[in-house]
């Protein structure tokens, strides 16, 4: 990546100040509820470094996943020759609910929406010829996240990575799921239990890991206002704080590992000002609610992804600018690592072309808008401090009515999440439909489509040999040796032990996904709503 610039200025040779908001500019203009502290400065508003991106950029991912372990693995080499300095890892639907390639649930869905993944072999394939000591890689998983780490991680180890510098995320947020994407496998109780084991693992093993990626991303997908996606998501938080607490864990020893997952959504000042509002809150949280006394613990970190469900399988072109205006405003919130969409995902996982186009828009503003060359452009302006006041009022309330009925857990449980989000997702369609809300190409501005894009699509014959590769794995390993490893799995989650020691030696004696899965299906049940 090109190296930062020692002197900002414009085109016209204007000396771009660090922070023009905190000095005494007689044009700046401070709106209601402006922060009085810089960036870097609790309760962060303004970012949570004092340079921001001057002195480092956001971290560019990409999204990527499909098919076989091998496409995948030419995907990510062609994403980091291209730019991408992060990787971001989707998988398919059995993988992400735990079941092997040759289950019958995995019928017809094995790499379609993200690469397939059963053993420790489909890792050696995918992180073929990437130094993973090098690259931090963000993993979209969560029913099955600590297994997808113990694979990771055995992969790592397999290269000779330190594991104490091993950098990346693991989304691991299971409220999210009941709430509002669905890829659950055990009931909440146990699913938290997974979840602060991993915690509680990775800070003596990977103290560079981030343990959970908190997201209000899915919840913004299904519908949700930018008013629920920041209580809702931060609810969520407070419940993940208190479980690892309760298991017995020291706040400032975990709590800085913590990271979240937003929607940069379509409203641009509003989107804006929730990354703002939403680290103001978290910060206090942290300080006062749960009175850490690191400040690193009260730093909300987030990466950010632009929204899915604005893009449109009509006009997709027009899905280049609706990305762009959306990575603009993660970036003028300060987000810390970013996904942008390929214009084609209406329609299908993203081609070659739409993910270069993807990643060339985040170098585009990082090099040539100057929108990183100061710190919180945005400051001062009566609308944004105004709408970053009032989405932390809003979000407040909300997060107190959740607290009222008992804490995230207890209002998923009860449906309030879910009530909340379908209520707004109808809503929003309403105004679409009624045409209160015009969205371009879809209720105005219609062209007749003369040709269908070419979409990338998956080879059915994947399917079939993913099938093979997972019976072969089966096959050749020390079965002996395997069955212990489930055994001990097995028992761990029966008496309490922490149990990612124990599922790192069962993928590293080659247990499949699907078969550890399994095994704590037949201790923990499965949840149905």
């Known amino acids: 990546m090109p190296l930062r610039k020692e002197r900002f200025e414009t085109s016209s040779g204007i000396e771009i100040e660090r922070d023009p908001g905190t000095g005494s500019s007689p044009t700046m203009n401070r709106g209601p509820g402006a922060a009085a502290t810089g960036a870097g400065e609790y309760p962060f508003t303004r970012g949570i470094y004092p340079e921001m991106y001057r002195s480092r950029l956001w971290t560019m991912?990409?999204?990527?996943?499909?098919?076989?372990?091998?496409?995948?693995?030419?995907?990510?080499?062609?994403?980091?020759?291209?730019?991408?300095?992060?990787?971001?890892?989707?998988?398919?639907?059995?993988?992400?609910?735990?079941?092997?390639?040759?289950?019958?649930?995995?019928?017809?869905?094995?790499?379609?929406?993200?690469?397939?993944?059963?053993?420790?072999?489909?890792?050696?394939?995918?992180?073929?010829?990437?130094?993973?000591?090098?690259?931090?890689?963000?993993?979209?998983?969560?029913?099955?996240?600590?297994?997808?780490?113990?694979?990771?991680?055995?992969?790592a180890k397999k290269q000779g990575a330190d594991l104490r510098k091993l950098s990346g995320t693991v989304q691991n947020d299971i409220l999210k799921e009941y709430a509002a994407r669905g890829t659950y496998i055990y009931p909440p109780a146990p699913s938290m239990r997974i979840v602060?084991?991993?915690?509680?693992?990775?800070?003596?093993?990977?103290p560079s890991w981030n343990t959970i990626s908190i997201s209000g991303y899915h919840i913004r997908e299904a519908g949700s206002t930018a008013v629920e996606e920041i209580a809702f998501t931060l609810s969520n938080g407070i419940a993940y704080v208190q479980a690892a607490l309760d298991a017995g864990l020291e706040i400032d020893r975990f709590a800085p590992r913590l990271s979240f997952f937003f929607n940069a959504h379509s409203n641009f000042f509003e989107e804006i000002a929730k990354f703002r509002a939403a680290r103001t809150l978290w910060a206090e949280i942290m300080r006062d609610r749960f009175h850490a006394k690191n400040p690193e613990s009260w730093k909300l970190r987030f990466h950010s992804q632009t929204a899915g469900s604005t893009l449109t399988a009509q006009q997709i072109e027009n899905n280049v600018v609706r990305t762009t205006i959306e990575a603009m405003a993660a970036v003028l919130g300060g987000t810390q690592s970013l996904h942008t969409n390929g214009k084609d995902e209406a329609l299908a996982l993203p081609t070659e072309e739409s993910a270069r186009t993807a990643i060339r828009t985040q170098q585009i503003i990082a090099y040539e808008s100057g929108i990183a060359d100061t710190v919180d452009p945005m400051a001062g302006s009566y609308f944004v401090e105004y709408l970053t006041s009032e989405l932390k009022r809003r979000s407040l309330a909300l997060i107190a009515e959740v607290d009222s009925i008992g804490g995230a857990v207890k209002a998923i449980e009860g449906g309030f999440y879910q009530d909340s989000i379908a209520r707004s997702a109808y809503e929003w369609q309403k105004k679409v439909e009624a045409k209160e809300e015009i969205v371009v190409g879809v209720n105005e501005f219609v062209t007749e489509e003369s040709s269908v894009p070419d979409v990338l699509r998956i080879d059915p014959k994947l399917e079939r040999e993913q099938t093979e590769r997972v019976r072969a794995v089966r096959e050749h390993r020390d079965q002996a040796k395997t069955d212990a490893a489930?055994?001990?799995?097995?028992?761990?989650?029966?008496?309490?032990?922490?149990?990612?020691?124990?599922?790192?030696?069962?993928?590293?004696?080659?247990?499949?996904?699907?078969?550890?899965?399994?095994?704590?299906?037949?201790?923990?049940?499965?949840?149905?709503?």
């Not at 996904?513 to 949840?527: A, K, Q, Y």
């Open 61 to 155: 991912r990409q999204y990527a996943g499909f098919g076989s372990a091998e496409e995948s693995n030419k995907r990510y080499k062609y994403l980091l020759a291209s730019g991408t300095t992060g990787l971001s890892i989707a998988f398919d639907l059995p993988t992400q609910i735990g079941y092997d390639s040759d289950h019958p649930m995995a019928s017809g869905e094995v790499g379609r929406v993200g690469v397939a993944i059963d053993s420790l072999a489909d890792f050696d394939v995918l992180f073929d010829g990437i130094e993973m000591s090098k690259v931090s890689t963000s993993m979209t998983i969560n029913a099955t996240a600590a297994i997808l780490l113990a694979l990771y991680v055995a992969k």
């Open 486 to 529: 489930i055994a001990k799995v097995e028992q761990t989650a029966r008496d309490g032990e922490n149990l990612m020691p124990h599922i790192l030696t069962a993928v590293e004696s080659f247990a499949t996904l699907g078969e550890i899965s399994d095994t704590l299906r037949r201790v923990f049940g499965e949840f149905h709503e």
């Open 196 to 206: 602060t084991d991993l915690f509680r693992w990775c800070a003596d093993e990977l």
